[in-house]
């Protein structure tokens, strides 16, 4: 069963914004960690130094507009609320259990942190594989970096690779690729042999790729 006591009933409190680490309210955390809003908020007014901005933050009213229009804080931020909820991110809504005796703080902290961490890591998968596919689509595009990924990746020379090319492949044109592919992160290194800029300028080639 999920509930908000569990590490997914957890992660479907987090919440994002643009421009905005993933964040929880206050109200949330409240109940998590078995205590009211006002005694967290007390908590956290006596210990300034412990929540600083990229701790805990206030949220502006368009992120409470844009929020209420995913229907996602019904129960987290009150329409009627005199003031602009506090919110507080991964290390702050962990933080929370040092400054909180709640008999389940320190139990609750650990879920709260597996929650964030789970997140954090499916984003971070997310956006491995979005690079992955623009690096493929690049690559199928043009017939010279994926000769220049694939010879790197099979560990040959930049030589062997010049040679697996077709001779319309110059030597400048196969080494600007191959730092390309680096650059962007779609190669681990330069094939041995590969010419660095100063060499680069001396191949008789240079404009005939």
């Not at 007014?45 to 229009?69: A, Y």
């Not at 997140?119 to 994926?146: C, D, N, T, V």
Request: proline share 6%; glycine share 6%.
């Amino acid at each position: 069963m999920i509930t908000l006591e569990t590490v997914a009933g957890v992660e479907a409190r987090i919440f994002t914004l643009q421009h905005r680490p993933p964040f929880m309210v206050a109200s949330d955390l409240a109940e998590i960690y078995g205590t009211t809003p006002k005694a967290l908020n007390q908590a956290v007014k006596r210990n300034p130094d412990r929540f600083p901005d990229d701790f805990m933050f206030s949220l502006t009213e368009g992120e409470i507009g844009v929020l209420r229009s995913q229907n996602v804080t019904a129960n987290a931020i009150s329409s009627k609320a005199r003031y602009q909820p506090l919110v507080f991110t991964h290390a702050g809504a962990y933080g929370l259990s040092a400054v909180l005796k709640t008999p389940v703080a320190a139990q609750v902290s650990v879920i709260i942190h597996r929650a964030f961490a789970a997140m954090e890591a499916r984003a971070l998968q997310e956006a491995q594989m979005l690079l992955e596919k623009i690096g493929a689509e690049a690559i199928s595009r043009k017939p010279s970096r994926y000769l220049a990924k694939a010879g790197s990746d099979q560990g040959y020379s930049f030589a062997q690779i010049k040679a697996l090319g077709p001779d319309s492949l110059s030597a400048p044109k196969l080494a600007r690729t191959l730092r390309e592919l680096k650059m962007l992160g779609m190669i681990a290194h330069l094939p041995d042999g590969t010419p660095d800029e100063a060499q680069i300028q001396l191949f008789p080639d240079l404009h005939h790729g």
